[in-house]
């Protein structure tokens, strides 16, 4: 039996009554990679959202690492080992490197931080600049770091590609794949590089519209580009 971590049961949820993902059914064992993909608008960050208990569903449910999500327990989940890296990797541009690992480590001890460091090594020479200075990429691996020095068991990440060059995403997401197989953590990824997303990934979902399109195994979808084409830009 894999051993679940995150379940979505015919998930509804939205804004202001009006849905943005639909019965949407998924679930993510530990040291499973799965890439949510599809176009903008189509309710990755929704569903994600409602995996950390931000926004409570309309319909169905969500459990995390064997407990009903609700959205007054979101604290409780990050404590837990349930961690959400925003799109806009919720970094401080005033602080330095060195400040967010402090703020991020109540808990988390030295032996820790450097085996976040080794994953990073490009953030050890920069912990005493100020993240504005930093590069896209070297924020996302701050965001990254951040959210692994708390040791998750399950990591959802949103878009860590946006603004950054594909080649370094490239460079990234392999040690997104890594710290998965070799820590045990369930990933959801949510990625605008579909083939680099499915380049790493075990699983894939693609939604559109809301509504989960197609799912399948990363392996085969890659190989089935027209059918993730089409999942993508039909009408959903
Ligand atoms: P993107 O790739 O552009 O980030 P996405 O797949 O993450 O897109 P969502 O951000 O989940 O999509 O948005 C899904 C739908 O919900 C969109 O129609 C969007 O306009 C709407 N939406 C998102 N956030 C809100 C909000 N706070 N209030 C009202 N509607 C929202």
Not at 1 to 30: H, I
């Amino acid at each position: 039996m894999p051993d679940v971590l995150l379940d979505l049961d015919a998930v509804t949820a939205g804004y202001n009554g009006v849905a943005a993902v639909r019965d949407l059914t998924l679930s993510v064992s530990a040291g499973e990679v799965v890439a949510m993909l599809g176009p903008n608008g189509a309710g990755k960050t929704t569903a994600l959202l409602t995996m950390v208990g931000l926004l409570e569903p309309m319909a169905g449910s969500v459990t995390a690492l064997g407990r009903p999500v609700r959205s007054r327990h979101t604290d409780k989940l990050v404590r837990a080992g349930v961690l959400l890296v925003p799109d806009d990797r919720g970094v401080f541009a005033d602080l330095t490197v060195g400040e967010h690992f402090r703020m991020a480590r109540a808990k988390a001890d030295k032996v820790r931080l450097d085996f976040v460091l080794d994953r990073f090594p490009a953030l050890r020479p920069l912990r005493d600049r100020r993240v504005g200075l930093l590069s896209g990429g070297e924020q996302q691996m701050l965001a990254i770091g951040k959210a692994l020095l708390a040791e998750p068991k399950l990591l959802l990440i949103d878009e860590m590609s946006l603004g950054l060059a594909p080649k370094i995403v490239q460079e990234m997401l392999p040690g997104i794949r890594r710290l998965a197989k070799d820590e045990n953590v369930g990933v959801v990824l949510v990625e605008q590089h579909v083939e680099l997303a499915l380049s790493v990934a075990d699983r894939a979902i693609v939604l559109n519209h809301g509504r989960m399109v197609l799912e399948g195994a990363a392996r085969d979808l890659l190989a089935d580009r027209t059918k993730v084409q089409q999942a993508y830009f039909g009408a959903g």
